[in-house]
């Protein structure tokens, strides 16, 4: 059987529309040059094996903890979490999440300020690259932070939406101030109605 080649997903908005909080040089290296070589690394790395035919997700959750696969894994979970972070943004987020997540926010945190506390904490705090996560464990909102290219997807539980901190999402336009970047996702870019949908 021949192989079905990953593709690299398109942009669910223009490369601009994201400016001023991520400029449109940022997104455009990001996603064409990251996240696209991402896609090419991964085609390169599984033609003609065992995996070729899998899923992008079949593969993440097949090589994940595998040393002997981590270029695989690493390149394929990159894909995915590159995805689900461009869908975690919007032109139109930030303001107040839809009434279900909002009332799943509220029994899990408090309130909304102490979640976008904890999501920024996370985001500050993970140690060099990385992702921070809202997620659902069971029947309850948390805050998760991954290391370079790690995913909930392994752990048990459903993510909800993401914030890329590796330097690559931000240097451009923040240098080295990651909590301006971090920030100003959270205050003006976070999609809520897509974290939404993923309750399920
Ligand atoms: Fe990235």
Redesign the pocket.
Known sequence: MSNTPHTLPPLPYAEDALDPVISARTVGI?YGK?HKTYVNNLNNLIADTELADLSLQEIITKTAGQASKAGIFNNSAQIWN?TF?WNSLSQKGGGEPPLILKQKIESSFGDLDSCKKELATAAMTQFGSGWAWLVMNGDKLEVAKTANAESPLSMGVKPLLVI?V?E??YYLDYENRRIEYVNAVIEKLINWGFAEDNLG
Request: a negative charge.
């Open positions: 990001h990251h590159h972070y890329d590796w690559h999402a």
